[in-house]
Each structure stands twice: as structure tokens, then as C-alpha cells.
Nanobody
Framework: QVQLVESGGGLVQAGGSLRLSCAAS????????MGWFRQAPGKEREFVAA????????YYVDSVKGRFTISRVNAKNSVNLQMNSLNPEAAAVYYC?????????????????WGQGTQVTVSS
């Protein structure tokens, strides 16, 4: 089990950048693949990015490729999401999650531990 706490959300103008961070507690953090998801009002939770335990494999939803970067520092029990060139469609609550099953990295059903979320607002 790992506990997750996100930070770094806020209000940014369209075209701007934000860096989200997720701090994990627990000695087994490095054994988990990690993901970022987002949920806008009235919409389902959506996959954004994922990274495997070593950081060697990264996955992104098509809409953020080239603009968002997921990274992790296992020695610091942290995973980050650098978001550049933000547009209003990116506004949502962003969640960090630990992958606890062998299912798809793109499915929220594969993640058993979630943070409380951090709000990202993008003004046009």
C-alpha cells in the first residue's frame, strides 16, 4: 500500500506551464508503475500519462504528447507531471495513482491507490 499526495495545481493562462508533483509514502514506491489521470466536471476520469517502475517506459494520451512529460525519482518517492502549452481543455482535477494490477496502464481500473487530486484551471 502506498499513500499519495498531489501538489502543484493552480490557475494558469492558456499557453502557460504547470508542474504537478506527487509525494508517496511507503518503502515499496519504486516497485509501482505510476499514472496521472484527470477528471473534468461531468466527464469520466481520463488517462493522461504513466511511467513504469524504473522510468524507462512512458505512456501518454495523444492529446498531451509533446507537451506533457511524466518523470519519477524513486529515491525521493516522487512522480511529477510537467505540463507545457496548456489549453483550456486541460482544466480538470488531476490525480496521481499507483498501478496495483497487471491490467492496462491506460485504464483507471488498473490503479488501486489514488491521491486526493489537485485542481488545474486554465484561463483563455
Amino acid at each position: 500500500q502506498v499513500q499519495l499526495v498531489e501538489s502543484g495545481g493552480g490557475l494558469v493562462q492558456a499557453g502557460g506551464s504547470l508542474r504537478l508533483s506527487c509525494a508517496a509514502s511507503g518503502r515499496t514506491f519504486s516497485s509501482y508503475a505510476m499514472g496521472w489521470f484527470r477528471q473534468a466536471p461531468g466527464k469520466e476520469r481520463e488517462f493522461v500519462a504513466a511511467i513504469n517502475w524504473s522510468g524507462g517506459n512512458r505512456y501518454y494520451v495523444d492529446s498531451v504528447k509533446g507537451r506533457f512529460t511524466i518523470s519519477r525519482v524513486n529515491a525521493k518517492n516522487s512522480v511529477n507531471l510537467q505540463m507545457n502549452s496548456l489549453n483550456p481543455e486541460a482544466a480538470a482535477v488531476y490525480y496521481c495513482a499507483a498501478k496495483t494490477s497487471a491490467g492496462s496502464s491506460y485504464s483507471p481500473m488498473s490503479y488501486g491507490n489514488w491521491g486526493q487530486g489537485t485542481q488545474v484551471t486554465v484561463s483563455s
